[in-house]
Antibody, heavy 119, light 109 residues
């Protein structure tokens, strides 16, 4: 079955960077785009960007364009999201999610990774 | 960029009752681009409905979606105890951008 398993919780100081990983199994990794979505405490879901796991092409939300980098390692069936210049407002749960076959929704989600930014 | 609003913010109902949740878009959205998710505390969202009205794999038929243009609805015909959660609508727009609504919380009356 499809599984997305994310790396564990992280604590960073303001100004630092964080990288979250998402290991996929149960399907052909390169056949589906991988998206990243975050959720600050008590807030709505916020889309950050995606990567074409096959060719590595990316698309980012304008809000995060200057600070986020999404990459993948095909050999490890793993996607990565790196967010730089962290501030307290970046404290959130970060999710990876697979783009569904219809190409317009997210059908499988990772368990989430809590990133806490605090001095 | 299309903005999604959801109403009501909170819906207080009892098990067995019918729940009707609304999602309104600031511009017309293609029906194929509208989805609904359920999220329980401490869990990742779960896809319920895609293409405005198609149930995702394993979703019970008490969940149904409808609507077109700027107005979409998620209906839960008879609430089960496990359905008390937050529900988000999502649209896929031009330039391959995703947008989520603010969510509707369905809680116990």
């Amino acid at each position: 079955q499809v599984q997305l398993v994310q790396s564990g919780a992280e604590v960073r100081k303001p100004g630092a960077s964080v990288r979250v990983s998402c290991k996929a199994s149960g399907y052909t990794f390169t056949s589906y785009d991988m998206h990243w979505v975050r959720q600050a405490p008590g807030q709505r879901l916020e889309w950050m960007g995606w990567i074409n796991a096959g060719n590595g092409g990316t698309k980012y939300s304008q809000k995060f364009q200057d600070r986020v980098t999404i990459t993948r390692d095909k050999s490890a069936s793993t996607a990565y999201m790196e967010l730089s210049s962290l501030r307290s407002e970046d404290t959130a749960v970060y999710y990876c999610a697979r783009l569904g076959a219809q190409g317009r929704n997210l059908d499988y989600w990772g368990q989430g990774t809590l990133v806490t930014v605090s001095s | 960029e299309i903005v999604l609003t959801q109403s009501p913010g909170t819906l207080s109902l009892s098990p067995g009752e019918r729940a009707t949740l609304s999602c309104r878009a600031s511009q017309s959205v293609g029906s194929s681009s509208l989805a609904w998710y359920q999220q329980k505390p401490g869990q990742a969202p779960r896809l319920l409905i895609y293409g405005a009205s198609s149930r995702a794999t394993g979703i019970p038929d008490r969940f149904s979606g409808s609507g077109s243009g700027t107005d979409f609805t998620l209906t839960i015909s008879r609430l089960e105890p496990e359905d008390f959660a937050v529900y988000y609508c999502q649209q896929y727009g031009s330039s391959s951008i995703f947008t989520f609504g603010p969510g509707t919380k369905v809680d116990t009356k």
